[in-house]
T-cell receptor, first 116, second 112 residues
């Protein structure tokens, strides 16, 4: 079956612009995660959605970052007023919720964001 | 915060065994994972182990967990050039929600 998909695969934007990154989780997965992979910081957790519960936003680095998940499926990560330090690969993962194998997180190919 | 550490680099000859090591600090870790990342690709889940186990074998992969020392290792038997990649160790703790905390990754180079 289809894995986690992300779009765009690459995004180049000017400093100060807003960007939206999209994630389509594996069908039937109720949990969705965003991570960021950058040279200086390695792989960092950003935000986690589980079903209809309030998201865990504890990893978001600033209030310029936000994410939503519509209809319990597709998620969008928005970065406002992008800065050069936001340049990174943004990875999305999904997993089955409770009752399945919630501990297996499957990752998408990522979106490489470059802020010039 | 909690920490996961890995060595940066490992080089082996094709056909040899590779052992990639990882240490972590969170004593409440419940699951520990190994992911593989090939150039330009996302993370591929290789295997994971529950914290009440000390070994898990899956074909050429063997995971060893020493919970007392908070040490995890991944052994790849008969290493092939296609195993060349970055390997990430990660841990999940019941005290930290469902997110994973990753190590910095170990780059494995397999020489023919």
């Amino acid at each position: 079956g289809a894995g986690v998909s992300q779009s765009p695969s690459n995004k180049v934007t000017e400093k100060g612009k807003d960007v939206e990154l999209r994630c389509d989780p594996i069908s039937g997965h109720t949990a969705l995660y965003w991570y960021r992979q950058s040279l200086g910081q390695g792989l960092e957790f950003l935000i986690y959605f589980q079903g209809n519960s309030a998201p865990d936003k504890s990893g978001l680095p600033s209030d310029r970052f936000s994410a939503e998940r519509t209809g319990g499926s597709v998620s969008t990560l928005t970065i406002q007023r992008t800065q050069q330090e936001d340049s990174a690969v943004y990875l999305c993962a999904s997993s089955l919720g409770a009752g399945g194998r919630p501990y297996e997180q499957y990752f998408g190919p990522g979106t490489r964001l470059t802020v010039t | 915060g909690e920490d996961v550490e890995q060595s940066l680099f490992l080089s082996v000859r094709e056909g040899d065994s590779s052992v990639i090591n990882c240490t972590y600090t969170d004593s409440s870790s419940t699951y520990l994972y190994w992911y593989k990342q090939e150039p330009g690709a996302g993370l591929q889940l290789l295997t994971y182990i529950f914290s009440n186990m000390d070994m898990k074998q899956d074909q050429r992969l063997t995971v060893l967990l020493n919970k007392k020392d908070k040490h995890l290792s991944l052994r790849i038997a008969d290493t092939q050039t296609g195993d060349s990649a970055i390997y990430f160790c990660a841990e999940r703790s019941d005290n930290a929600g469902n997110m994973l905390t990753f190590g910095g990754g170990t780059r494995l180079m397999v020489k023919p």
